[in-house]
């Protein structure tokens, strides 16, 4: 967000102040720009798939239709393995999955977490079943898998990038149909590579800023062309993207609405089918995908 602040500082030629606000998942920061004037100088930022599933989660009653979005870069999970494992490509990973139901450990964030529904979407996939190791955070679960107490994780592209950097895990696909590149390794193949029927939007956090839905339309306007000119052919963002496992994706207007909604109706479903929220997507106006 601060490089973002930085480039769409030069282009408009006016201050861009980030201001933290952390807190129950974003919803502090969130309510902030809600509660401010929306005259198009206050924006949210963040994933997606947080501010759209804020209702299931019965946290902070607003939803996507609210919101103007202006995405930036997509964190994808990547589907690796120690070093020390035989897995050598994703079918080897489901081979043990469906052989040896449970044998396989994989090092997540916790239930529920984007790490988590990665592998449920690729266990509802492939078949079989895994067993789920949650640990507090990226730096511990990568730790765990280099030093062997877990055999796999899909932790996204930037919990991961100093580890495939420094070739300490074996990344086998990114779960995504874009290849990921992170600068100073091997192009990782998109998981569609290997099953090309492959589809979980949810499993890959949609980043960027947000406006409320009734700012005055000129800053829908300047901001939409900001996006396709500046945004788009920004070196600084696409260098942090490479360096740092994001896949560089700046879109806007219909195009970031629809994968938006994509996105959060899955991860919303997943929620509430594993019992993770109490609110059916259903009765806040998301369909099951």
């Known amino acids: 967000m601060r490089i973002l602040a930085g480039e769409v500082q030069e282009a408009l030629e006016v201050p861009v102040t980030v201001v933290n606000q952390t807190g129950a998942r974003g919803t502090v920061g969130t309510k902030a720009v809600i509660d401010a004037p929306h005259d198009g100088t206050t924006w949210a ?24 979005l202006f995405l930036v870069v997509m964190n994808a999970p990547v589907l690796s393995v ?9 079918q080897d990973v489901a081979e043990v999955m469906n052989a040896e139901p449970g044998k396989l450990t994989v090092g997540t964030s916790g239930i529920p977490s984007t790490a988590y529904s990665a ?6 996939h492939v078949g079989g079943d895994f067993r789920a190791v949650a640990y507090d955070g990226d730096a511990p679960t990568m730790v765990a898998v280099v030093s062997g107490e877990v055999m796999a994780t899909t932790q996204s ?21 874009r ?11 998109p998981v569609t590579e290997f099953y090309p029927d492959f589809n979980a939007p949810g499993a890959t956090i949609l980043v960027g800023i947000f406006l409320p839905s ?13 996006w396709e000119n500046e945004i788009a052919n920004s070196e600084a963002l696409q260098s942090y993207a490479s360096e740092n496992g994001s896949i560089f994706n ?12 994509a ?19 259903e009765e806040v106006g998301i369909p099951r995908p």
Request: no cysteine.
């Open 45 to 68: 930022s963040g994933g997606v798939q947080d501010l759209g599933t804020y209702e299931v989660q019965g946290l902070l009653d607003t939803s996507l239709e609210d919101w103007h």
């Open 82 to 90: 120690g070093v020390d494992t035989e897995f050598q490509t994703p």
């Open 119 to 124: 592998m449920q979407a690729f266990q509802s």
């Open 157 to 177: 592209g930037p919990g991961q990038a100093a580890m495939i950097k420094g070739e300490r895990v074996r990344p086998l696909a990114v779960l995504s149909d």
């Open 179 to 189: 290849e990921l590149t992170i600068e100073g390794s091997d192009p990782i193949p």
């Open 214 to 226: 009734d700012v005055p339309q000129e800053v829908v306007d300047r901001m939409g062309a900001l």
């Open 250 to 261: 700046p879109i806007h207007g219909e195009e970031a609405m629809d994968l938006a909604q």
């Open 263 to 281: 996105a959060v109706a899955e991860t919303a479903w997943r929620l509430y089918d594993d019992g993770a929220t109490e609110v059916s997507p």
